[in-house]
Antibody, heavy 122, light 113 residues
């Protein structure tokens, strides 16, 4: 059964870098069938797609975050990761990792992690 | 970017009554390759991630009760709950997958009157 779990700090100081990891079980992130994505949810902006990554390393980033964002994948650990630098208060949100629908991009997100609340504060 | 606008922002409906949520996109979501609309509806309950209800604008996901239905084409879409149940209290979102950036509606909060 597919399971996604986000991990990382719950508190980040302004101007620092957020690093989050999504650990996947039940399916290989190396599968050619799926893209893997990050979405965040804040009270002010609702649901926002951050970006997605494919097993080949191909990435697609939301242009609004592209200058600060790096997505990567570690197939040996069955994980994919997010780094968002120069964090500021407006980046406070619940961050979700998710799987794209099979054989489709963009498609929709058919499985989600439970989410991790990240607060940006000094 | 394709802008998704939902209406209303919140809705209170009596148990057993019909609930209707609208979603409008800033451009057509009709995908020419399969003549289907690239629009999905999610349901989100407190403390949980969104759950897929309807894909391709009108196809119910397996396991979703048949009181949920989706309709519409092009730029205007509707999620209908035919007879509201207590467990349907949630926030509902539409999302377009015609192109990136993937974009979502702002959400509609559904409550019991």
């Amino acid at each position: 059964q597919l399971h996604l779990q986000e991990s990382g700090p719950g508190l980040v100081r302004p101007s620092e870098t957020l690093s989050l990891t999504c650990t996947v079980s039940g399916v290989s992130v190396s599968s050619s069938a799926y893209y893997w994505g990050w979405i965040r949810q804040s009270p002010g902006k609702g649901l926002e797609w951050i970006g997605s990554i494919y097993y080949s390393g191909t990435t697609d980033y939301n242009a609004s975050l592209r200058s600060r964002l790096t997505l990567s994948m570690d197939t040996s650990k069955n994980q994919f990761s997010l780094k968002l630098n120069s964090m500021f208060a407006a980046d406070t949100a619940v961050y979700y990792c998710a799987r794209h629908r099979e054989w489709a991009f963009p498609g929709w997100f058919d499985s989600w992690g439970q989410g991790i609340l990240v607060t940006v504060s000094s | 970017d394709i802008v998704m606008t939902q209406s209303p922002d919140s809705l209170a409906v009596s148990l057993g009554e019909r609930a209707t949520i609208n979603c409008k996109s800033s451009r057509s979501l009709l995908y020419s390759s399969n003549n289907k609309n690239t629009l999905i509806w999610y349901q989100q309950k407190p403390g949980q991630p969104p759950k897929v209800l309807i894909n391709w604008a009108s196809t119910r996901e397996p396991g979703v009760p048949d009181r949920f239905s989706g309709s519409g084409s092009g730029t205007d879409f509707t999620l209908t709950i035919s007879t509201l149940q207590t467990e349907d209290v949630a926030v509902y979102y539409c999302q377009q997958y015609y192109s990136t950036p993937i974009t979502f509606g702002q959400g509609t909060r559904l409550e019991i009157k």
